[in-house]
């Protein structure tokens, strides 16, 4: 399965689902798109690039 929950830890005491990062990710990917996680210290940074797209006129 493609997307799991999570560890029964600090999550599941928090009330999260632990999913949603991975729904992220994944429609980002669907977008082709770019995500990017990074950890740092007790903190982490997710960042993200979507294609531009060019608006046509009609």
């Not at 991975?22 to 993200?48: A, C």
Request: proline share 2%; hydrophobic share 35%.
């Amino acid at each position: 399965m493609k997307f799991e929950q999570e560890s029964e830890g600090l999550d599941r005491n928090l009330r999260r689902s632990g999913l949603g990062l991975s729904l992220v990710e994944r429609i980002i990917e669907l977008l082709k798109g770019q995500f990017r996680r990074k950890k740092q210290g007790e903190g982490s940074i997710f960042t993200f690039r979507l294609p531009g797209f060019r608006l046509c006129r009609i």
